[in-house]
C-alpha cells in the first residue's frame, strides 16, 4: 500500500473500443487519452447529464501528464466525440468526457494482467506475453481488490523498508483499509524491498509485491495509462 494519499437521457449507443484481441482476450493495441487541460466528467456523454468529477491533467505525486484508457466513444447529435475513460479514483471508477484539442489519443501497447490464485503477474505487449513475474498479493484480511484499473504513475518510495525502490500506482483502492500509514488505501505494484514475504504468497496489505530488478524494469518499460487487470 502507498502512502501519502496511495492505498443524453435513454439509451447510449456507444462504440467499443476493442481492437482484435490475441492471447488470453488482451488486445494488441488499446486506446488512451493524455490531458492537456483539466476535464469535466459526465456520467453520459451528454452536457446535461451530471456532472461526476473534474480529472487533473496532471497526476498527484509526480505532476505527469494524466493518461487514461478509453474503453468507449460515442458520437453525439452535434457530432461531438465522448470518450468513455477510466478515472484514477477510488470512485467513480469511469465516465465520460469530451474529446477537445485538450485531449491527445495515443494507443497504448502493453496490458498487465494479475491473477490472484497463481500469484502471478503477466506482462503484454501488442497482445502477446512477453514475461511473467511471481507476486506477493494481499492476505485473506486485506485481499488485492479483483477488476479493470490502469497505471496511473510511476514513483520512487522512500520510507523505513523501500529507500528509492520503484512503484506502479494504480486506479485500484483497497476495499478494507480506507486509510493506510498516512494514505488513501491505494493499491500499487511495487518493489518489495525489505518485506520479508516470499514471492508467490499471500501477505501484502493489498498491493502487489515485485521482486525489486522487476519493478525498476517495469518503471522502464511500462507507460502510465497502461491496462491493468486483478483476475481471481
Not at 484499473?149 to 510511476?154: C, D, K, N
Request: glycine share 8%; proline share 6%.
Amino acid at each position: 500500500m502507498l502512502r501519502a494519499g496511495f492505498a443524453t437521457g435513454g439509451l447510449l449507443l456507444a462504440t467499443i473500443v476493442a481492437p482484435v484481441a490475441h492471447a488470453a482476450g488482451v488486445p494488441a493495441t488499446e486506446q488512451g487519452v493524455r490531458l492537456t487541460a483539466p476535464a469535466i466528467v459526465h456520467t453520459l456523454a451528454n452536457r446535461s447529464s451530471h456532472t461526476v468529477e473534474h480529472v487533473s491533467n496532471y497526476t498527484y505525486y509526480e505532476g505527469l501528464r494524466q493518461v487514461l484508457p478509453v474503453f468507449a466513444t460515442h458520437d453525439d447529435s452535434r457530432g461531438r466525440t465522448w470518450l468513455h475513460v477510466r478515472l484514477p479514483y477510488r470512485g467513480p471508477h469511469s465516465g465520460w468526457i469530451l474529446q477537445t484539442r485538450y485531449t491527445k489519443l495515443a494507443p497504448l501497447t502493453f496490458h498487465l494482467v494479475v491473477s490472484i490464485h497463481k500469484r502471478q503477474l503477466t506482462v503484454y505487449h501488442l497482445g502477446k506475453v512477453i514475461s511473467r513475474y511471481k507476486v506477493v498479493v494481499g492476505k485473506p484480511s486485506t485481499p488485492t481488490p479483483m477488476g479493470q484499473f490502469f497505471i496511473v504513475e510511476h514513483m520512487r518510495l522512500y520510507n523505513s523498508w523501500a529507500h528509492g525502490q520503484w512503484a506502479l500506482a494504480t486506479s485500484a483502492f483497497s476495499s478494507v483499509l480506507k486509510h493506510f500509514e498516512g494514505g488513501i488505501g491505494q493499491i500499487a505494484l511495487h518493489a518489495k524491498a525489505t518485506l520479508g514475504d516470499p514471492l508467490g504468497t499471500a501477505a501484502s496489505h493489498g498491493c502487489v509485491r515485485l521482486a525489486d530488478a522487476v519493478a525498476s524494469k517495469l518503471a522502464r518499460r511500462i507507460p502510465d495509462g497502461t491496462p491493468l487487470t486483478i483476475q481471481p
